[in-house]
Structures are given as structure tokens and as C-alpha cells.
């Protein structure tokens, strides 16, 4: 069974860092490309980033390029997103996604990590 | 702003039909055949309900299904039931920077 679990989401200030954590099971995790997909409460989903099978191609939202950095250990079955310089308008639950392989479409996606960001 | 745009709404009776629309440009919808919708329903995770246009998974009622007209897709659920009220986005691959595009959501109401 393809599960996906997040951690690290938390209350933090304006401009402060996080790194949220997404442990994946049940497949190949090095097969898959993998993606962030965040949604602020009440709001709708909105793409955050993807990162390729191998690690080597990331593509990032505008609205968090140059301050969020993702990236994937293939040995640990883990992808990280590394949140920097953080505003409230990041606040939202943050989704790991996983796409199919040869598709472009999200076939499995985790239960979210709440980040919060507030003064 | 959303970069594909959905009716903030629609309603039908159950039995009825709708149709909600996703509008896009030539660079997302109507360059790809990569558009797939999603169901949510309230505190839930999103689940996949169509992709590349008009695929069903398995498992995904038969009433759910979908379709591409130009730089709009369009997902038609028929024999409205009550379990369908949700929340339900479309996506899109994107040839811009931002590789992919969510609409705002529709929210479904069973009247």
C-alpha cells in the first residue's frame, strides 16, 4: 500500500525556517517524480514544487522561488522541503504528492503538515 | 488568481447531471492532453477522479467523467448523488515556469 506521511509542520514567525519531511512506503520512491501541494485554510490547492526521480530537476511556484528548496534521499525513501524566509501567506497545510510514473497526474497524496506562520 | 479558472459553484438535484468547466490558455489545457480533477470533501484528502482529460481510475464511478473542448475541460458528473457534494479542482501540466496549474475549486452542492 502506497503511503505517504508528513512531519515538521509548526507555529513559527515571520521570516523564520522550517524543513517538512515526507516518509514514503509501498513503492519504488525512486521512480517517482515527487511534489509539494499546499493549501491555505478555506483557500484552494495551489502547486508548490517537483523535484525529479534522480534529484537533479526542481521547479519551484514563483511565489516561493529562492526561498524554498526541495530535495529527495532516495535511500531513506524521504523528501524534504526546506522553507526559508517564511511570510504568513505561506501559512497553509502542505501535501506531499506523488506522480505517476509516465503520467502527469498526482495518483497518491499524503494527509498534510499544518505550517503556520504568525507574530 | 487561480491560474485556471472554475465556477466558484454549481448545484443540481440528485439524479441530475452538471458540468463544471476549467478554463486555461493554449499553454496549459489546450497545449496538453494533461488536465485531471480532483474530489475533495471537507478536512479531506484530494482524490483522483479523472486524468489526462477524460481517463477514469479504477475504482471511480462511472457518473465522473471528462472532457476537453479548445483551452477548456470540462468534468460531468451524471446521476447526482449526495456523497458527490464536495469541493473539486482541475489541474493542468503547464509550459510556463509554473509547470502546474490548479483552478480555484468548485464547490458542489446536492440540493
Known amino acids: ?119 | 488568481q487561480s491560474a485556471l479558472t472554475q465556477p466558484a459553484s454549481v448545484s443540481g438535484s440528485p439524479g441530475q447531471s452538471i458540468t463544471i468547466s476549467c478554463t486555461g490558455t493554449s499553454s496549459d489545457i489546450g497545449g496538453y492532453n494533461y488536465v485531471s480533477w480532483y474530489q475533495q470533501h471537507p478536512d479531506k484528502v484530494p482524490k483522483l477522479m479523472i486524468y489526462d482529460v477524460s481517463n477514469r481510475p479504477s475504482g471511480v464511478s462511472n457518473r465522473f467523467s471528462g472532457s476537453k473542448s479548445g483551452n477548456t475541460a470540462s468534468l460531468t458528473i451524471s446521476g447526482l448523488q449526495a456523497e458527490d457534494e464536495a469541493d473539486y479542482y482541475c489541474t493542468s501540466y503547464s509550459s510556463s515556469t509554473t509547470v502546474r496549474v490548479f483552478g480555484g475549486g468548485t464547490k458542489l452542492t446536492v440540493l
Open chain 1, 1 to 119: 500500500e502506497v503511503q505517504l506521511v508528513e512531519s515538521g509542520g509548526g507555529l513559527l514567525q515571520p521570516g523564520g525556517s522550517l524543513r517538512l519531511s515526507c516518509a514514503a512506503s509501498g513503492f519504488t520512491f525512486s521512480s517517482n517524480w515527487m511534489h509539494w501541494v499546499r493549501q491555505a485554510p478555506g483557500k484552494g490547492l495551489v502547486w508548490v514544487s517537483r523535484i525529479n526521480p534522480d534529484g537533479s530537476v526542481t521547479t519551484y511556484a514563483d511565489s516561493v522561488q529562492g526561498r524554498f528548496t526541495i530535495s529527495r534521499d532516495n535511500a531513506k525513501n524521504t523528501l524534504y522541503l526546506q522553507m526559508n524566509s517564511l511570510r504568513a501567506e505561506d501559512t497553509a497545510l502542505y501535501y506531499c504528492v506523488r506522480t505517476k510514473v509516465g503520467g502527469y497526474y498526482f495518483d497518491y497524496w499524503g494527509q498534510g503538515s499544518l505550517v503556520t506562520v504568525s507574530s
